[in-house]
């Protein structure tokens, strides 16, 4: 039995009532998704804006319903959000009063109340070393960089110890140099951690460092996921180690190709002039 495991969901949004006739009064963004994740598997899922990555995030957090089909964990149809999925959104959304201390006891006080005052601080104060952020314990969000904003995000999704972590383009948002320092630094946490981890992300080498499997979606409307693409590089990885490798070009081709051919692979569909429109 899967981990986590997304049966035929379909998604469909209510259309401004000003524009939509009666008979077409919904937009569709998701049909048919199905996905099987181990325990301990870190999951890449990559497609185009506006395709409908969010909204599967959203769907696994609980935080939308879908319209056809369920979601399982452990087995279990997923009602409505809980502490066994944390998020890590693209925005930090930390709380700008509080200090990296006070944001991430914060989610461990929530999750966690009974557990005894030194236990919650102890939690805390570890996943904040986990991150680097030590030194910045005390400090607020505003006497942060980007990039330390998003490791703390990062910590509190952490330290409420979710059977799956949820990141939504956690580091879209940041300068290529920082981008590349977090996205080394959370292949190095995954790899103290295990966690379960399904990742949204428009960079396919950002996917191909971190992920054991890498899904694409199709475009929208209706998308829905391509055929699996497994990484065969053993972890640890690195961008430097990555890029001498044959290995890497494949994965690389392989992915181009199931999100120009919408989910399945075709000969000549990964050339690089292909590759270079795609991503750029």
Request: glycine share 8%; charged share 25%; aromatic share 4%.
């Amino acid at each position: 039995m899967a981990y986590l495991e997304i049966k035929g969901v379909g998604k469909s949004f209510r259309r401004n009532a000003g524009r939509a006739s009666a008979e077409n009064a919904r937009l569709p963004v998701l049909r048919d998704v199905n996905l099987s994740i181990d325990e301990n598997e870190f999951v890449c899922v990559v497609g185009r804006s506006g395709s409908g990555k969010t909204t599967l995030i959203s769907l696994i957090a609980g935080l939308v319903e879908p319209d056809q089909g369920e979601i399982l964990l452990e087995g279990k149809p997923i009602q409505g959000p809980g502490p066994e999925r944390g998020v890590v959104f693209q925005n930090h959304s930390l709380l700008p009063w509080m200090s990296v201390f006070e944001n991430v006891y914060l989610a461990v006080d929530a999750v966690a109340p009974a557990l005894a005052e030194s236990e919650k601080r102890e939690r805390a104060e570890h996943y904040i070393r986990l991150v680097n952020l030590s030194a910045a314990m005390k400090k607020v969000p505003r006497e942060l960089s980007g990039g330390m904003r998003q490791r703390v995000a990062v910590a509190r999704g952490l330290a409420m110890d979710p059977k799956v972590l949820l990141m939504d383009e956690p580091f879209s948002a940041l300068d290529a140099l920082t981008r590349g320092t977090l996205q080394e630094e959370l292949a190095r946490i995954w790899m103290e951690t295990q966690k379960t981890v399904v990742m949204i992300t428009n960079d396919i080498d950002e996917a191909i460092l971190l992920a054991d499997s890498i899904y694409t979606l199709t475009s929208g409307p209706c998308a829905t996921l391509g055929t699996a693409v497994r990484v065969k590089t053993p972890h640890p990885r690195s961008h430097a180690q990555l890029s001498g490798e044959a290995s890497y070009q494949q994965v690389r081709r392989e992915t181009v190709s199931l999100l120009v051919s919408g989910g399945k692979a075709r000969a000549g569909d990964a050339t690089p002039e292909r590759q270079h429109a795609l991503i750029h």
